[in-house]
């Protein structure tokens, strides 16, 4: 295997010389396709266009009953967590997080979590009254999803690459405002609840959400809706 060594020097302004050395190894991997292209050749930056909707004038545009189709598809799948009566998670989905509690997790600039931590977050998780609530919601403000019920954040090993801040294991998933919500159930402290959106479960915060009754999920489900195409509008209540 071949190395090289590269040796980098800096020079500051009081003629202090600093210097950090690098060693490269090339990798090895099974040979493919794309060591046959040719070498030195930039013809595709050269005679390709640069300028994708060169690219996107050329696809055919869907049909208004294919796009119909697909709103139906998708509005189906947002608002699916106003009708259903039930979290429905197999236990493994509802209670995966809890592993951690047994593995080596770290704060932000490398301190240990004690077990004990993760313990007080299960207790707080508050499962014994998983969907008590049974609840229809949605979300008044752009929101997270967290595995537990804390902001906390918990990393691996912060010094092994590809760990640390900002992979947050805690950061389930974001929820946009105006998201539909089931309900299953409040943490201990009261601050937090247990929620299902169309793509995603976990943790709230209380203030994130609102509950919902089925006048207003029908008015908000009404299947016509508008979107914004610029930015910076005003927003005037009609009187």
């Known amino acids: 295997m071949k190395k090289f060594i590269f040796t980098l020097g800096l020079f500051t302004t009081l003629s202090t010389s600093l210097f950090a050395v690098t060693l490269l190894s090339i990798g090895e ?16 930056t050269l005679f390709i266009d640069q300028d994708p909707t060169a690219f996107s004038q050329q696809a ?6 294919e796009q119909l189709d697909y709103d139906d598809v998708y509005n189906e799948k947002f608002f699916e967590p106003w009708h259903i009566s039930d979290m429905n998670l197999l236990e493994g989905e509802k209670i995966w997080q809890f592993m951690f509690a047994k593995r080596k997790m770290y704060r932000r600039f490398g301190e240990r979590i004690p077990k004990s931590w993760f313990q007080t977050q299960i207790k707080n998780s508050n499962f014994d009254n998983y969907n008590a609530l049974a609840q229809h919601a949605i979300t008044i403000k752009h929101t997270n999803l967290k ?4 902001n906390k954040e918990f990393y691996y090993n912060t010094t092994r690459t590809g760990e640390g801040f900002p992979f947050d294991y805690n950061q389930n998933s974001s929820v946009y405002m105006n998201t539909p919500l089931f309900a299953s159930h409040y943490s201990l402290d009261g601050r937090w609840i247990y929620v299902k959106t169309a793509f995603a479960f976990g ?6 959400m609102a509950f919902v009754t089925p006048s207003f999920q029908e008015v908000f489900e009404n299947n016509h809706y508008y979107i914004t195409t610029t930015d910076n509008l005003n927003l005037i209540e009609d009187e």
């Open 29 to 44: 991997r099974t040979r493919s396709d794309i060591d046959n292209m040719p070498s030195n050749q930039i013809n595709d």
């Open 147 to 150: 595995l537990y019920p804390t």
């Open 203 to 208: 943790w709230m915060e209380v203030e994130s």
């Open 60 to 65: 055919e545009p869907m049909s208004a009953m």
